[in-house]
């Protein structure tokens, strides 16, 4: 048992920082998932920002989002969004709160976030939308209060994800991955409804667009010898690989690579 | 005929990590090429991201889509979009099925994406659209059967791209280098369509500008000592280089040279 | 004291490279602090790019915007606006000037930014307009001399922010720290608030979305084996590291490990 | 002489890697730069990615755009551009052509930029168009032949920047440095531009806004301890600098300090 708590411990510490990574969550936002030994617990991290998260900041708490050992540090004040859930959803593993640029928009706006590519759908058909507002009145926004973390669960229901107006999200899992996918594909689904209702609005008028000679003799550009070479030298760089030598794999994401190295794998090809 | 093959393995995965690179493909969406010594056979990775496969993740497949050897990984479940393709389609070598973040939003909203600049006429005149809906109703928008698979080569038909409903787009070429480039400028000519059709619609009422008093006065300001210094000095840390040393190759986008070295480079220069 | 200074002196010139790397400032704009000992003085660097600053950078400055030591380097043109403010704000402790992107297309368009999430409070209830022609008439719109700096002062009165038409906006705070996280904020509002709006405008006709059958059976597609080792693989390697190692802890946005290494990690799970 | 040379050249390459770094030119485009000691010449690279251009890459042309040495590598196609505008403007000492991603939308939908905010000014105050097709009927809209640069050029007239209908701009500067914040200051007037005029569009209803109860007690959430210690460490750790540290200068922009070291930099903080 100890060893698989550890390994929850360190996959949660890693989905805090993919989440970080993949713009879910920034200096804000939190993570959980449940005790795998005990349903009447769960773990989070002290209060930090996801994408700097070690297994070391990994605390466990009950379900009142009572720390089980004295703490040392700063806590969440939004755990109540945690252990409210997990007490109402016996189905659900693992837990998200944030405010994923994405989705801001929409919670602003008010308008709802719905399914609209294959990945899409793990959000379910319509989530709700919960407005602290209504039920507290005036709030600094933050869900703090136990009740505040029960009427969020109640307005949840059995959804995979709640919307909360002018202040997040908050979206639920069977286990951690399905968790952290649900999320992302998530962020993916706004920002492409966002895009597509604004394309449905302007096509009313005619799309600008290259006549058709044009279109057949620029076609044929990127089969220039010399945009070829140009082309595929520049992005084998960015990647970080070459064509011709043993696979080195790309390290990082939109780098350069020096070009004295990128002249060196092309030498012999000058005329 | 050995090296020829091992060539085109190297570079099938180098064309999945440039398209990894360059925001075409994500976890999801994949490259085949056309075996070099058999049409009846085709290149494929196994299931892995874009971003991470090297030459060993390379496998080799039938025009059935069935792996050559025994499988010892997970497969793409969407192969039979390559196999189909290759079927009918004897000038194609190359093929990529990806869900682009810039193409989403017109295959979500339903809009033709039309060549809009000279690279984009690389797409064709006007892509044709799939709906999996149509032939075979509720699914998960997966391509997974043959019978799928050869109703989106039948939509592809001639054309070099098809688009997916609420899905994504199959892009094919000639050969490797052109299909690469053909999904990039793809994504760019998604991108400035959506763009320009906004401009269209919103260029109804008057532009914000300047008043022609301020132009004049404004123009000078980037002929400013001060200011040529200054933006002078941070692009070129930016890119990693600096303007009186021997060029130092620019290592990565977005870099920020570290300042101890900047201000070495700027000895001297102070008053 | 000394040390104090010291340390106020570091913490603003690392707040000039946090205030960089966040996309508030780029090769422009500037932070100031008050003088921890002395609150007729300010420090702020000599003309440089924020993300450049360094502590050896900072200078000290009367509230009238002379220099209290001859000046060895280019200075801020537009040190006034720090001055200014000092003088007509005793609350404020530090200041920053910007023409972050977020902000730019509000203050062209001359449209309010109005707190729209619970962090973008604090930018206060409307911050006020200032346009320098009003008083000015035609100018390069670079706030130099005291009179303009005077008159940006009255019209930022008691709030914490004011935008600058055409030009940009300053923002001020009770300390360093604050300052930062309403500048951050600020940018953060702006950005949600613009896409809020065009969600308003949008929805007016119906948004697309995918048909009930789709959603349910689309949804169960990131619980696929096939899908959750790729996805989990992918957004491991991008943030730099493993679920069955010891916290490797995110070395930087957006890289992607290099595959050589995320083989290794995956040795034996391979069937 | 030869010094001075071996510096022009020193900077032109640094020039193309700046605008490749700041998303001015990718794969494409291309800057140039008058001979500094013979006004009938002009010095551009060979056919390479920006990027990637070092002092190797620069070859020497004659107004004419032929090389003056026997090339032995492949030139770009579209130097007339270069070589046509020194001829019809000896005032102008550099010229970039590029089709930047800001750019585009505009030379699509054929819409003028203007200048917007201060520095956009560099633009002039409106820069005119030229459409191949209007004079040379269908082409691949690449600038290739003496008389289409020539057309080209009068279209420039004594203006600082042209824009090419569905291809993309081309601008020139007094010097290198000039033209290069010119191109720079052109796209975030082009991106500002055209925010500014959906912000136009989309304010006719009411804009969402948080209620004044809760700004108030919002406001406040970014001087909780918890909120600025945790916002503090994550901006410091992305900017790669800590706040009790000597100045560890900023390495790179978004990079996320190792979180062990970043522990380290907090210990003794926790209570």
Redesign the interface.
């Known amino acids: 048992m100890p060893d698989k708590l550890q ?1 929850v411990i ?2 949660l ?2 989905a805090n ?2 989440l ?3 713009g879910v969550l ?3 936002g939190h993570v959980s998932v449940r005790h795998p030994g005990d349903p009447g617990r769960y773990l989070l991290s002290r ?3 996801p ?6 900041d990994i605390l466990e708490y009950t379900l009142d989002s009572e720390p089980v050992r004295p703490p ?3 806590l969440y ?1 939004e755990r109540v969004i945690h252990g409210c859930i997990y007490q109402a959803r016996p189905d659900v593993t693992a837990i998200c709160h944030h ?1 994923a ?1 994405a989705v ?9 976030i ?9 959000i ?2 319509e989530p709700p939308f919960w407005d602290q ?1 209504d039920e507290f ?6 869900v703090v209060k136990p009740e505040e973390g029960a009427s969020l669960a109640r307005a949840l229901g059995d959804h995979p994800v709640v919307l909360m107006n ?3 999200a908050t979206v639920v899992g ?1 286990d951690l ?2 968790l ?3 999320a ?2 998530m962020c ?1 689904n706004a ?15 005619a ?33 970080g ?4 030598v ?2 080195a ?12 190295q ?2 060196r794998r092309k030498t012999g090809r ?2």
Request: no cysteine; hydrophobic share 40%.
């Open positions: 390994d360190e996959e510490a890693l920082r993919i970080g990574n993949e920034d200096a804000f209060s930090r920002s994408a700097l998260i070690e297994a070391g040392t540090a700063h004040a405010h640029p801001m928009p929409f919670v602003i706006a008010g308008k709802p719905v399914p609209v590519f294959h990945l899409g759908a793990a379910g058909e507002q009145g005036d709030t600094n926004l933050l002018r202040h997040g069977a991955k399905e952290v996918s649900r992302i594909f993916q920002e492409y409804q966002l895009r597509a209702l604004m394309l449905r609005a302007f096509t009313l008028g799309s600008p667009t290259l006549p058709r000679g044009e279109i057949e003799l620029a076609g044929a550009i990127s089969r220039l010898p010399n945009v070829v070479g140009r082309t595929w030298e520049y992005w084998s760089a960015r990647v690989g070459g064509s011709s043993a696979a794999p790309s390290r990082r994401v939109k780098r350069v690579k020096p070009a004295r990128a002249a000058r005329k």
